[in-house]
């Protein structure tokens, strides 16, 4: 039987009465304000009761300047861009102890959980663009291992399941000049805390073309594609390669293009569906249902079979219009997963 896992992307649609703005000021300012932590451990307990086997931790905030505004900062730095371990913290992890407590005080269990890292490739494109410094690159990949190492180690409630390391231009943003080895020794200094102490490393990519590469990097061993909006996607992945490298994938099996999927909707309505966003609950009605998502697994394991070790959304769900939308997305692919397990029996 198949023991594919599911987990999510990160990203959630903020409550109705919160902006980012004022999020962005409580973490920069005051980030032990209660409904702040409020917020974010409520989106957490809305993931596990949606279904979701290894939540990401609600990643609410920029994802570059999440990592950034620390390893720039001077005082959090022992040398230019690379942080002090004691300085390497994901505030949101400490925000959802309590929620993790409270749901191992109901099951008995601590719940797993997906930890996700901007990557050193992302970060440097950030900052740098196309010139070419790659002893800042190698800097950045420390750092990121320190938040994945600070994250681990300071864990109490819950236990770090997977981390991922989100690099959404590899494939995409011509500007990377680096050569294939620099990246290769980036990606592996970012995840190797975590692949030494057992734990899951994953690479998030926006586009697999260059999957090879995250294959050859050590630490890695799973490859997320977001499969369901492109199913094409997988034309460029070979299995036989996964195997030469033991790697495995995470598939996306549901889509989380919300303009795409609202675009969709105008024309089959002929009217502007974002003017009335009640009629966007079509897409979790009518168009991301259990069975389609439940097909599209089917089709991925019948490519790939073992070599899928996590399915979930495309991407996060930030963009998304509600809470309750992107509730009822998570919910519906815990119902497909649920169906595909039963066909595997």
């Known amino acids: 039987m198949s023991s594919i896992i599911y987990d999510d992307i990160g990203s959630y649609p903020l409550p109705e009465g919160v902006s980012r703005d004022w999020l962005q000021v409580q973490f920069e300012n005051d980030p032990d304000n209660e409904k702040l932590k409020s917020v974010v451990s409520d989106v957490f307990r809305q993931k596990i009761d949606a279904g979701v086997e290894v939540p990401t931790y609600p990643q609410l905030r920029d994802m570059n300047n999440q990592f950034l505004s620390i390893i720039k900062d001077p005082g959090c730095c022992d040398e230019p861009f690379r942080v002090r371990e004691e300085a390497a913290v994901i505030a949101e992890l400490e925000m959802i102890e309590q929620a993790a407590l409270l749901y191992y005080q109901q099951t008995g269990e601590r719940p797993d ?15 740098f663009g196309s010139s070419e410094y790659t002893d800042i690159l190698n800097q950045l990949a420390e750092s990121v291992n320190l938040f994945v190492k600070n994250a681990v180690r300071s864990a109490r409630n819950f236990r770090v399941r997977t981390v991922s390391i989100d690099e959404p231009s590899i494939g995409i943003n011509s500007q990377i000049m680096f050569d294939n080895p620099h990246i290769i020794d980036a990606l592996t200094a970012s995840g190797d805390y975590a692949s030494r102490n057992n ?7 926006h586009s697999p073309l260059h999957y090879e590469l995250a294959c050859q990097a050590e630490s890695i061993n799973v490859i997320g594609i977001e499969s369901a909006a492109s199913p094409s996607y997988f034309e ?37 569906v974002w003017k009335n966003p009640s ?39 930030g963009s998304w219009p509600s809470q309750e939308i992107a509730f009822n997305l998570l919910s519906n692919v815990a119902k497909g997963i649920t169906e595909f397990r039963k066909t595997m029996k």
């Open 199 to 205: 734990i899951d490393v994953e690479i998030h990519l």
């Open 113 to 127: 959980i997906r930890i996700c890292v901007t990557g050193p490739v992302e970060l440097y494109l950030q900052e």
């Open 279 to 317: 009629m966007l609950q079509e897409i979790v009605t009518g168009m991301e249902t259990p069975s389609v998502i439940a097909k599209r697994l089917e089709r991925a394991y019948s490519l790939f079979d073992e070599r899928i070790k996590y399915a979930g959304p495309d991407c996060g769900l």
């Open 236 to 272: 460029l992945i070979d299995k036989n390669i996964l195997e030469k490298w033991d790697s495995f994938l995470r598939v996306g099996i549901a889509r989380t293009d919300i303009s795409n999927l609202g675009a969709i909707l105008n024309e089959k309505h002929s009217m502007n």
